[in-house]
């Protein structure tokens, strides 16, 4: 099977280095499959889910708070402000998260407050979809 290299890398650290099959994340666009031989692009990503399927077709979750795609021939780099491996995310705090963030919105304070909330919203609701796919993956 053929593979691609690919890396995750976030501002404090290298998440993951190594082969991959394919490589699944959601850009702004949508979401984006990428295969050995895809070919160049750049885009940016939405807060949430990166998945690596390694040679042997074994899934490995990741989370990431947005950042940017980049494809060579071969080599995938994700560059993110943050990243995670799904079974590092605090349940718990994401949940804290989006009910802070839910009643921010509620609240409807002033333009920067709601901004401010989507994005938390957002992110609490990435990171639990990511703890949800790390989830369905180990009960295969």
């Known amino acids: 099977m053929s ?12 998440i993951f280095h190594g082969e ?6 959601t850009g702004i666009a949508g979401e984006l499959g990428i295969a050995p031989r895809h070919a160049p692009l ?9 998945e690596v399927i ?5 899934r490995h979750p990741y989370y990431v ?4 795609l980049e494809v060579q021939p071969t080599v995938v780099t994700v560059l993110a402000d943050t990243a995670l491996r ?27 407050t709601v901004a401010e909330a989507q994005q938390q919203l957002a992110q609490a609701l990435a990171q639990l979809s990511a703890l949800e796919r790390l989830r ?3 009960k295969h």
């Open 86 to 112: 799904a079974r590092d995310i605090d349940e718990a705090a994401a949940r804290r998260a989006k009910e802070e963030a839910e009643r921010m919105l509620a609240n409807r304070g002033d333009a920067k």
């Open 20 to 25: 991959a099959s394919m490589v699944v994340a």
């Open 136 to 138: 369905k993956t180990l």
């Open 42 to 50: 750049i885009t940016l990503l939405k807060p949430g889910a990166v």
């Open 3 to 14: 593979t691609i290299r690919c890396d995750i890398v976030s501002a404090e650290a290298e």
């Open 65 to 68: 708070s947005g950042g940017i």
């Open 54 to 58: 390694d040679a042997q077709g074994e």
